[in-house]
């Protein structure tokens, strides 16, 4: 049996609020938890596939993915029993119930595997059918499968960099031979979040990184997309079918998704066709929950207005 699962009626399915550490778990909400009376949210993962987790390669390509197409729409969950991999792993998630999520006749795992950004999970391989949604990506090299050797996030550790600034070399982490015996007094420089980046800096390995840490190393990194300005600008977003316009009338603003707490820096609105919005905003409204308990800091939100720019919705600022 399941230590938490939930029941989402046809008649009213649930609402995808946003992801957690990865894009094979959504939070969804407005749903009926077995043995309680109030509606809630739930952090469904998927017994089908694995995005990879925060800190690897492609992470944040596979959460933008499935925000793009599953954020604010409404979905329904068909449960599944994990085996006991997966359920240890969801419990570090703190993931509340496992199996399916479906948009209309589209199965959001059916998405990532398309797009190259998840894994068939081994107790899944049996589905013939999902084994060759990862085959076709894999030979068109799509997402991940770009990558020269992609490492399952089952298998992947995530690497430190530490990096040594009076050296100028990049240890793998707390437990390499050199930084245990010396301590690395140098190595409060900070970290690197990939090895490329510590190339461009001019560091050099350390002995450390080699075999399998050099291999783990090489699947670490943050994000190829551009989400985050420096100069507290608009983020740029990749191209997609719910920013897709012909002129600025098209587009409108998408509303924060209800039941979450709001960021202590600045908060970017999104864009969003006004089709996409309206939708969002009536499975919103429809959401019965309490926000969890958020720190209070000064953060503030940001983008009021949406225009068309080269066939996309964008912030205008």
Not at 26 to 40: H, M, N, R, S, Y
Not at 138 to 154: F, I, N, Q, S
Not at 196 to 220: I, K, M, V, Y
Request: proline share 6%; charged share 20%.
């Amino acid at each position: 049996m399941l230590p938490l699962v939930l029941v989402i009626l046809t008649a009213q399915p649930g609402v995808v609020l946003g992801t957690g550490l990865r894009a094979s778990t959504v939070l969804v909400g407005q749903v009926t938890k077995v043995k309680a009376d109030e509606p809630g949210t739930a952090l469904v993962m998927s017994t089908d596939v694995i995005s990879p987790n925060w800190g690897q390669r492609w992470n944040t390509e596979a959460l933008r993915a499935i925000r793009d197409a599953t954020l604010g729409e409404a979905v329904t969950v068909e449960l599944r029993t994990p085996d006991e991999e997966l359920r240890t792993l969801g419990a570090v998630e703190t993931v509340t119930a496992f199996g399916r999520i479906r948009m209309g006749k589209v199965y959001v795992h059916e998405l990532l595997l398309k797009q190259g950004l998840a894994w068939v999970l081994p107790s899944a391989r049996g589905d013939a059918a999902l084994v060759k949604l990862e085959a076709e990506a894999r030979a068109a090299k799509k997402g991940l499968w770009a990558d020269a050797d992609p490492v399952e996030p089952w298998l992947w550790a995530q690497q430190l960099l530490l990096r040594d600034d009076e050296t100028k070399v990049v240890h793998s982490g707390w437990d390499c031979p050199h930084v245990k015996t010396t301590q690395c007094h140098e190595c409060g420089g900070g970290r690197f979040w990939s090895l490329a980046e510590s190339a461009d800096a001019g560091f050099t390995r350390h002995t450390c990184l080699s075999g399998e840490a050099l291999r783990f190393a090489n699947a670490s990194g943050v994000a190829t997309l551009v989400e985050r300005s420096t100069d507290n600008s608009a983020p740029t977003l990749p191209a997609a079918a719910r920013r897709s316009c012909t002129k600025d009338s098209e587009c409108a603003v998408a509303p924060l998704p209800p039941c979450s707490c709001g960021s202590c820096e600045t908060t970017w609105l999104e864009p969003a066709t006004r089709s996409v919005v309206s939708r969002m905003k009536a499975n919103y409204a429809r959401v019965s929950c309490s926000p969890p308990p958020c720190i209070a800091c000064a953060g503030r939100v940001a983008g009021a207005h949406s225009t068309c720019r080269e066939g996309q919705c964008v912030i205008a600022e």
